[in-house]
């Protein structure tokens, strides 16, 4: 659920740039702006991007089950909170247009502050009410999360995503991993 939620989030901030600069690119990216080496990644170069950066479970904004077990015995779903940050992978020639970006990207969250399907008849299958907000950082969080990225400060805003609702009784199908990148700089040759 937490990959279709943030891809949902990636495709629909896509969509509406692309529809306010008339853009046929993709200027969000679900990626993180470092390899597991700390290198920039080509893919976030010149891009926004988009990535997980904390998960915790939403134990507030319910009142607590009687018992941990769901009616069918199995236990309760899991309402969780991601935290992702919106993040400018851009050169410092355009870091205005970074600038730009974030601040496109702020109107959409603040004009789609909560996605349902009625709204958004895409949401998967699953998700049925996401809400966003600024997760406030002061000063020497964005230090120690930019450290813990170990990465140099960029432009960049954190959201808290909720509730994202994680309920092993309602799975009906799990996309396998990919074992293998395909490469795509030789042509397919078929056998």
């Not at 199995?74 to 909170?81: A, E, I, N, Q, V």
Request: with cysteine.
């Amino acid at each position: 659920m937490i990959d279709l939620a943030l891809n949902l989030v990636c495709s629909r901030l896509n969509s509406h740039l692309s529809a306010i600069y008339s853009v046929q690119e993709d200027l969000v990216v679900l990626a993180p702006l470092s390899d597991s080496e700390g290198r920039p990644t080509a893919k976030t170069h010149n891009r926004l991007a988009l990535f997980m950066t904390n998960l915790t479970e939403d134990t507030v904004s319910r009142a607590k089950p009687k018992s941990a077990r769901g009616p069918l015995g199995g236990r309760r779903p899991m309402h969780l909170d991601v935290y992702f940050m919106l993040a400018s992978g851009h050169d410092p020639k355009g870091y205005s247009e970074g600038l730009k970006l974030i601040s496109t990207a702020l109107m959409f969250f603040q004009a789609n502050a909560v996605m349902t399907p009625e709204r958004f008849p895409e949401m998967p299958t699953g998700l049925s009410n996401l809400t966003f907000e600024i997760a406030n950082l002061r000063t020497e969080e964005v230090s120690q999360m930019w450290g813990a990225l170990e990465r140099r400060y960029v432009p960049s805003v954190m959201f808290k995503m909720r509730s994202v609702i994680i309920d092993a009784g309602a799975v009906s199908h799990i996309t396998p991993l990919i074992r293998t990148p395909e490469d795509t700089t030789r042509p397919r040759q078929d056998v």
